[in-house]
């Protein structure tokens, strides 16, 4: 037999959540899942991104429930959210400025452009060999999500497990390969394929 709570405050909830209750947990990001995205994606102004914040939100609420010490879970949501978005706006200011010293670099140098293939090649040689020593499931998933372009909710759906996991499988692969071939040239690796 289910059980209500949506009659339940954010606080109850919370103290639920704590006793890892996940219909509590469930009512509490039905409560503001739409909302946090909706108010995110105003401010980044992508719809698949906002998700993605959202989530990781909602993960890091569960994943670190017992050490948040909060009464104001609205206000703690969406403290969570504006850091998270400050985050990304820097990072897309860090980007676009690297983008063009990149730019003004490539048109100040020019290159070979059988040279150029070459090294393309073996920049995907590489990746590719990363990639491939993942493990099957964060393989199949982080593949899915840059080479058939799927959300993390159809990939959620294909696989038969939860957004949250999905997400942290993306993440791991990223903080593995960002070990592995380094960060930049990840960033130049997919800054010009958009199979990934």
Not at 89 to 105: A, C, G, P, S, T
Not at 117 to 139: F, G, T, V, W, Y
């Amino acid at each position: 037999m289910m059980r209500v709570l949506d009659g339940y405050d954010d606080h109850i909830l919370m103290e639920q959540i704590k006793k890892d209750d996940q219909a509590a947990f469930e009512e509490l990001f039905d409560r503001y899942n739409m909302m946090l995205i909706s108010h995110v994606y105003k401010k980044i102004m992508n719809v698949s991104e906002a998700e993605d914040v959202v989530q990781d939100i909602f993960f890091n609420l569960w994943d670190k429930r017992n050490q948040i010490a909060c009464d104001n879970i609205a206000g703690y949501l969406f403290t969570a959210a504006r850091n998270k978005v400050l985050n990304i706006l820097k990072h897309r200011q860090v980007i676009m400025r690297y983008e063009n010293d990149f730019k003004r670099f490539a048109k100040a140098h020019p290159v070979n452009a059988t040279e150029h293939l070459l090294e393309k090649k073996e920049l995907e040689a590489i990746l590719d060999a990363e990639i491939n020593k993942l493990s099957p499931r964060m393989k199949q998933v982080f593949l899915m999500s840059r080479q058939e372009q799927l959300s993390h909710q159809q990939i959620a759906d294909k696989l038969g497990i939860t957004k949250f996991t999905v997400n942290d499988h993306i993440k791991a692969s990223l903080r593995i390969l960002k070990t592995k071939i380094g960060p930049i040239l990840l960033l130049i690796f997919w800054s010009g394929h958009t199979n990934f």
